[in-house]
C-alpha cells in the first residue's frame, strides 16, 4: 500500500502530467504510438526527443518501417517546427538550431539517409514544382548547413580562433585515418558572387572574399569566406549578407541529381529574405575563351571575376592550398 500511496504523490502526479503532455505533443507531430513505446520500453527520455538524440532515432527506426519518405519528412519537419518560409532572423535560426542534439555530427549516418529520403521523394525535377513540402524540404538545406556549422564551432572551436581552424581541426581528428572521407576540389563557383554597378564590382558586406567550399562525404558543405569566417544563409551568430548570399547549403543528390534537388529548386523556393538579399548578385559562369560572356568567366584570368590577372577560379586553387595546409598543422 505504501509504495501504491507512493505513485500518487504530487511529485509523481506532476511527473505523468509532464510526461502525457509531451506524448500528445508528439502524437500531435504526427509520430506514431508504436514509436513512443519504442522509447518508453527503451526507458529513453521523452523529455528529450531533440533531432539527433537516442529518443528521436528510436522513434525514427519505427516510423521507417511503417511511413513513406514523403511520410517520415513530413514527420522531421513537424518535429522542427518548421516555418513555411524562413525569415533569416538571428532569433528565428537560433531557435531551429537548438531542435538538433548538439552532438547530432556532420558525418552521422542521419544525414546519407536524409538525402536518400528526399531523393525518393522526388524523383525527376518533382523538387522544382510548386508546393509547400518542396518548399520546406528545398530550405532545410540551410538550416542544416547552420546546425553542422555550428557542431563544429562547439566541437572544435577554441577562443580567438577562426572558424577555418575550427572546421581544420574537425576534419584531421575525425579523418586522420580516412583523408578521402572529405574533398576540397569541389568547385566553389557558385559561392562567390558579385554585382556590378558601372563597371565597380560590389562584394556583399562590402569586403573582397575569395570563398571556398569544403564537403564531408558529399553531402555535408561547409563555406569558408577569406577571413576564415563560415557563411551560412541561416547564421546563429551573426547574420552577413555574404553569408546570405554565398552560404552553405546540405547536398541531397549528387550527379544529375544535384540539379534536381540542390541547385535548380532555389528559383522557385528560396526564401523571400534570400531573393531579395540576391538581387543584382551573379556567380561567374563556366565559358570558355570563345564564348561571347568570357568576361564573365570564372576562368577568366582579365576578366570581371578575376584580380591581379588570376582568375576567379586560380584565386580559389591557391585559397585552397592554404587550407589544405591549415588542415596538416593539426
Not at 531533440?50 to 511520410?71: D, I, L, Y
Not at 544525414?111 to 522544382?128: D, H, I, K, S
Not at 558586406?205 to 553531402?219: D, E, Q, T
Not at 541547385?263 to 543584382?280: E, S, T, Y
Amino acid at each position: 500500500m505504501t509504495g501504491q500511496q507512493g505513485d500518487f504523490t504530487e511529485q509523481s502526479l506532476r511527473a505523468r502530467y509532464q510526461l502525457a503532455r509531451q506524448l500528445l505533443t508528439l502524437l500531435a507531430k504526427g509520430w506514431s504510438k508504436a514509436s513512443l513505446r519504442a522509447v518508453l520500453g527503451q526507458h529513453l527520455a521523452v523529455r528529450d526527443t531533440r533531432v539527433g538524440t537516442e529518443a528521436f532515432k528510436a522513434m525514427w527506426r519505427v516510423e521507417k518501417k511503417q511511413s513513406s519518405p514523403q511520410q517520415l519528412l513530413q514527420i522531421l519537419l513537424n518535429h522542427l517546427d518548421f516555418p513555411q518560409d524562413l525569415s533569416g532572423q538571428l532569433s528565428e535560426n537560433q531557435a531551429l538550431v537548438r531542435r538538433f542534439w548538439p552532438h547530432l555530427a556532420p558525418h552521422d549516418g542521419f544525414w546519407r539517409e536524409l538525402a536518400r529520403l528526399v531523393n525518393r521523394t522526388f524523383p525527376q525535377e518533382a523538387l522544382c514544382q510548386p508546393g509547400l513540402l518542396a518548399r520546406q524540404i528545398h530550405q532545410l538545406r540551410y538550416l542544416i548547413s547552420s546546425q553542422q556549422a555550428a557542431y563544429v564551432r562547439e566541437h572544435y572551436g577554441q577562443e580567438g580562433q577562426t572558424d577555418a581552424k575550427a572546421l581544420a581541426r574537425y576534419l584531421r581528428k575525425t579523418f586522420a585515418y580516412r583523408p578521402f572521407a572529405y574533398s576540397t576540389r569541389s568547385s566553389a563557383r557558385l559561392h562567390n558572387k558579385v554585382k556590378f554597378r558601372k563597371g565597380e564590382k560590389i562584394y556583399p558586406s562590402a569586403y573582397p572574399s575569395v570563398n571556398i567550399k569544403v564537403l564531408v562525404g558529399f553531402h555535408t558543405e561547409f563555406i569558408l569566406d577569406s577571413q576564415g569566417n563560415f557563411l551560412n544563409e541561416l547564421e546563429t551568430k551573426e547574420v552577413t549578407e555574404i553569408g546570405i548570399v554565398n552560404g552553405a547549403s546540405f547536398n541531397y543528390g549528387k550527379g544529375q541529381r544535384h540539379w534536381h534537388l540542390d541547385v535548380n529548386p532555389v528559383a522557385i523556393h528560396d526564401p523571400v529574405f534570400r531573393q531579395m538579399a540576391l538581387k543584382g548578385f551573379r556567380a561567374p559562369n563556366r565559358q570558355g575563351k570563345k564564348a561571347p560572356t568570357y568576361e564573365k568567366s570564372y576562368f577568366n584570368p582579365s576578366g570581371l571575376y578575376a584580380k591581379n590577372n588570376q582568375s576567379a577560379h586560380q584565386q580559389n586553387k591557391e585559397a585552397v592550398k592554404a587550407f589544405r595546409r591549415l588542415v596538416r598543422q593539426f
